[in-house]
């Protein structure tokens, strides 16, 4: 059995991180682990008959002050405000940040993630949701169990679908909260710009705003669910498309902010005054609605700071099986949804 046997399964064995447990068998030049939880990580390897490997332990201790940071896309504010966090936090621990940014294909987060593990990065940051393609997110898994295997430390901001520390943000609750606070302004006639069908942050948002409508008995006509990139043309394009319908509706629900910048857009080009004519709400709160008129609705998310915790969760020593952080979002009323009179 002791050639089968990984630090995988004496970390599982243990109930500690894949971290902890190679820094307990390994050692490290900059983290040591606590006695308790050493002696059941050594416990554990002892029982599985499990040999250290030598390449592995060097690793653990020739770890560079290097945080890998993977990002969807750098040019969205949703993402550049959680590297601001990241890289302040950062900053403040010695650490430098190197950036990569996937264009939003999936597959390549496993790649960079590799890179960074090839250039002994400390720490590995991932940053986007998970969409619907299982191999990418299983391919995405093991890169990051192989870093953690080696020592390092790795956070995701996203679904809590891969074996580390997890950010995630409470998308169907924000989106459910927004829903109804809408429908409280007396709005009854919902559109939806619903994002790409494969992406599961979309996917949350337009499920927890379906919930909201059908708590108060309202619902969403099919056609009245338009999907879109995650972009402000992708917002243009969508709401161009709800609008060639001619629909009956009185509030488009935008499920991220920059989509909901390219529907005001679009709906200034066609001569339709906002909010009269139409209300719109968005999702994320980035900094750039500060310029927008009229103010936007929106939910707020706390993104610079989720990017300075995922730092302080991968700097954290001593700590059990991977955990979860859940982070909820606050709606924010402006003028882009007003009160519709009874």
Partial sequence: MTGSVTLHDVARRAGVSLATASRALNGSANRVVGEKLRERVLQAAAELRYSPNAHAQAMARGRTNIVGLSLHDIADPYFSAVAAGVMREAEAHGLLVTMASTERRPRAESDYVGAFRRHWASVVIVVGSRTDDRAATDRLADE????????????????????????????????????????????????????PGDLVTATERVTGFREALARRGARLAPE???????????????????????????????????????????????GLDLPAAMAIAGFDDIATLRDVNPGLTTVRIPLEEIGALAVRLALEDDVEWPRLRRIGGEVVLRASTPRIPA
């Fill in 144 to 195: 990051l169990a192989a870093f953690e295997a080696e020592g390092g430390r790795a956070v995701a901001v996203s679904q809590p679908r891969l074996p580390v520390d997890t950010i995630s943000i409470d998308n169907h609750a924000g989106a459910r909260d927004l829903g109804q606070a809408l429908h409280d302004l007396g709005h009854r006639r919902f559109a939806v710009l619903s994002g």
């Fill in 224 to 270: 009245h669910v338009v999907p879109g990139p995650f972009t402000r043309d992708g917002g243009y394009q969508a709401m161009q498309q709800l609008l060639d319908l001619s629909p009956d509706v009185s509030c488009v629900f935008a499920v991220n902010d920059v989509m909901a910048v390219g529907a005001m857009a679009a709906l200034r080009d066609r």
